[in-house]
């Protein structure tokens, strides 16, 4: 392994700039600028009492651009390398903070950093505090005891300021230096930045946005709250917390960079290209996989996360739910109607209105019959049944008269405020309080629980929803304490709301092993896998979860779906992107609210969602109440049959869908593709996210725009074959080429890729039926 004390060089075109930046700030570019004051209030005194350089940008033409930072790190702020040593798995640095204080004054003054080569195509690489122990995410990965002998990659460090460089031997492509930007290592504020080797990236999530990152100056900031993704919501931080992209180089390699911190963060993206990490605690936990195919690299980072779980052939078919039906009557009426017009249907769904008071377990009087509602479902028509159920347990009546809270009091499984008594916060049941996912014991009170609901309703799966942790005020009924540093850290990533504890518990609330401040975006994730290990143990077969908040190595525990989106077409493109992101985030079972969860939605905007979503990985159909129901009986007897043909096409369609969920479960392969994960030579597909593949095999070109009764797709070289009529639509060898179809408006166009078995059945109305 060859290592290097001086400044590692990225690229030969950087090689002028890289070296004027030695001599101070004056000759630093715009495009090697990294922002040195983040919060509001910079000014120059500000700037140079952190020892930053001050400046404005150079002008592009007549005008000073405002989005290049005036406040900047010069190119001799960081940590200065001071020992090497040999260790089982690679190398273990000491790092020691030459110059200037961090902006907040409390620097941790020396570090150390654990080079492991874990494996041939995966580096990982910890910096953390020799001397003290910090939170570290406790998520299972690897356990390596010993250093791959053969390695797809170099890695070299600089002296000072530190920085870690890796290189792709086959190509010398730099994926990932951090020699420039300024380290910072404080308490409550850790940054990080790294040159890139290319400017086509995937990830960062959660968050509503195209498929491709916008690299021109953006923000993602990363920390679960309970945000729709409608208008409002777009470009916020969401309901999950994903720090991995995937990038694409210039030859058509591909690498993943996935950080593994839980704390709230700003993720910047600037044209240089770079990338700028700050975070609020933890440690920097670097995972690098080397590719060199997309697929390689999914696989590759679920090996870290965990492999995505195996559903249930039935979890593969038609959902159907709304908040609305009113009454179990309204329930049942709508089963019937999707029975009546022979449209296939899997699973029946209900939001919180079956709940009484909105409780957890706790049946409505007037949905007594639930049960035995749920036991026709599956001894006449062969279908299953999944309710609502929400982490947050009302804690306002008297004791004895609710169990699930007075259990949990007794059993101390709910999270406290910083003071040790219980934290109250306001859901959908009133004042509430939260089980500690986190904690061992809270498994068997959780159990406990879902079991005495099965046998009352005889639930096939659960939809786990709330779990960022939401609440309805800020923090706690009581607030909170206004002195904590926790709930007011020096530096507040840029989350909706401003505050970290809006719409959620206080950063200060303790759980029995951490603070919230650091597990918060963790909340979903940790309900999820103590859900599904007790539908195991109560059901003793494969289930579905279903959870709303996410983090990586959810896939390995159930799916996820897009949350709150709206009726509107805007919204049924951004879906795209969204499902492709989860599943380059390995969890393959995902989709939207098919036809929107908020508005009215139309009879042509639901057509052509219903006939995208009959290809989404997971399909759903759920909206709100006090909007017009929106199921596929709903609209009359074409819609009807639209919707009919659509479906049994998808179930036609299970078995291949089926085997690749098999093989992500397998090797960690995504289900949904982008194009360019598979045909990532082609350029032209970089950006694509109009269109999709299920597997290798099956393409998807939905109609996206009103009124539009044809559509134009790209087609990759290869060979496409029409999914309805087989015919020829393009051979392979002439390149890439561009077709318009004719899409009337009840018709989706899906082509079939010449080379591959499609595995099929003959369609029923369930899976059982087939």
């Not at 939809?463 to 540093?485: L, Q, T």
Request: charged share 20%.
């Amino acid at each position: 392994m060859e290592w290097t004390y001086t400044f590692f060089v990225l690229v030969l075109s950087l090689l002028p700039e890289l070296g004027r930046c030695q001599q101070g700030c004056s000759d630093i570019p715009n495009n090697l600028r990294f922002d040195c004051y983040p919060e509001d209030g910079a000014s120059e005194q500000n700037c140079l009492n952190r020892g930053c350089c001050w400046r404005k940008p150079s002008s592009v033409g007549d005008e000073v651009p405002l989005d290049i930072p005036y406040c900047f790190y010069p190119s001799d702020y960081g940590y200065q390398l001071v020992n090497k040593e040999k260790t089982q798995t690679g190398y273990l640095l000491s790092l020691t903070k030459k110059g200037h204080a961090g902006p907040y004054g409390n620097d941790i003054e020396n570090l150390a950093v654990d080079v492991r080569f874990e494996a041939q195509d995966r580096l990982h690489f910890k910096v953390f505090d020799p001397n003290n122990k910090r939170y570290e995410v406790p998520i299972e990965t690897p356990k390596v005891e010993k250093e791959a002998t053969t390695l797809d990659y170099t890695v070299s460090v600089t002296n000072f300021p530190f920085g870690i460089a890796v290189t792709r031997k086959s190509t010398g492509t730099v994926l990932f230096n951090s020699s420039v930007g300024g380290m910072v290592f404080e308490n409550q504020f850790i940054q990080l930045s790294s040159l890139l080797p290319s400017n086509v990236l995937y990830g960062l999530g959660e968050h509503v946005v195209p498929l491709q990152l916008d690299i021109n100056w953006t923000r993602s900031t990363l920390f679960s709250r309970d945000q729709g993704g409608t208008p409002e919501g777009l470009d916020k931080n969401l309901y999950g917390v994903f720090p991995y992209y995937l990038s694409m180089e210039k030859d058509g390699n591909a690498h993943g960079i996935f950080l593994l911190n839980s704390n709230a963060m700003d993720i910047l993206l600037q044209p240089t290209p770079a990338i700028t990490y700050r975070t609020i605690g933890g440690i920097l936990d670097f995972y690098v996989f080397l590719g060199p195919t997309p697929d390689l690299v999914v696989q590759q980072f679920t090996a870290v996360v965990g492999l995505p779980y195996m559903p249930p052939y039935w979890g593969l078919g038609f959902h159907l739910c709304r908040w609305g039906y009113g009454s179990l009557n309204g329930t049942q009426t709508v089963n019937e109607n999707m029975r009546n017009y022979r449209i296939p249907q899997d699973v029946q769904w209900n939001d919180i209105e079956y709940l009484n008071e909105r409780k957890d377990f706790w049946v409505d009087l007037d949905w007594r019959g639930l049960g035995d509602f749920v036991n026709k479902l599956h001894n006449s028509y062969s279908q299953h049944y999944i309710p609502i159920v929400d982490p947050a347990i009302c804690s306002q009546q008297t004791w004895g008269s609710y169990p699930p809270f007075d259990d949990g009091l007794a059993m101390g499984i709910f999270i406290n405020d910083s003071s040790g008594e219980l934290i109250h916060g306001k859901v959908w049941p009133g004042d509430t309080v939260f089980p500690d996912f986190t904690y061992s014991a809270t498994q068997a009170y959780w159990e406990q629980m879902l079991s005495h609901f099965h046998e009352e309703v005889e639930f096939d799966g659960l939809w786990i929803d709330m779990n960022e942790p939401s609440s309805f005020v800020d923090g706690s009924e009581k607030g909170c304490p206004a002195d904590s540093p926790l709930d007011h850290p020096p530096y507040v990533p840029h989350v909706t709301g401003g505050t970290l504890y809006s719409k959620t518990l206080c950063m200060s609330a303790k759980h029995h092993d951490y603070s919230h401040y650091d597990v918060h975006s963790l909340y979903g994730l940790s309900e999820m896998v103590q859900t599904m290990s007790a539908l195991k143990k109560i059901r003793g077969k494969r289930s579905v979860v279903i959870s709303r908040s996410t983090f990586p190595s959810a896939g390995r525990h159930g799916g996820h779906w897009l949350g709150d989106n709206a009726a509107t077409f805007n919204d049924l493109y951004l879906s795209i992107p969204g499902i492709l992101n989860f599943n380059l985030y390995g969890i393959p079972l995902v989709g939207p609210d098919i036809c929107g969860f908020q508005g009215a939605t139309t009879k042509e905007l639901c057509a052509r969602w219903t006939q995208l979503g009959a290809f989404y990985p997971f399909s759903r159909n759920h909206n709100t109440k006090g909007d017009p129901p929106q199921d596929p009986a709903a609209f009359g007897d074409d819609f009807a049959r639209m919707a009919r043909d659509v479906l049994l096409t998808r179930y036609r369609l299970l078995p291949y869908l089926y085997t690749l969920f098999a093989e992500a479960h397998t090797t960690g392969s995504a289900v949904a593709r982008a194009l360019f994960y598979e045909f990532p030579n082609d350029k032209e597909t970089y950006p694509m996210d109009k269109q999709f593949l299920l597997g290798p095999a099956l393409l998807i070109t939905p109609v996206l725009v009103q009124g539009s009764t044809s559509v134009k797709g790209y087609f990759p070289d290869a060979t496409w074959y029409d999914g309805l009529d087989g015919s020829i639509l393009q051979t392979s060898g002439g390149g890439g080429q561009y077709h318009t179809l004719s899409a009337p408006w009840d018709k989706i166009n899906f082509h079939f890729r010449g080379g591959h078995v499609i595995t099929t059945q003959q369609p029923n109305i369930t899976t059982y039926y087939r």
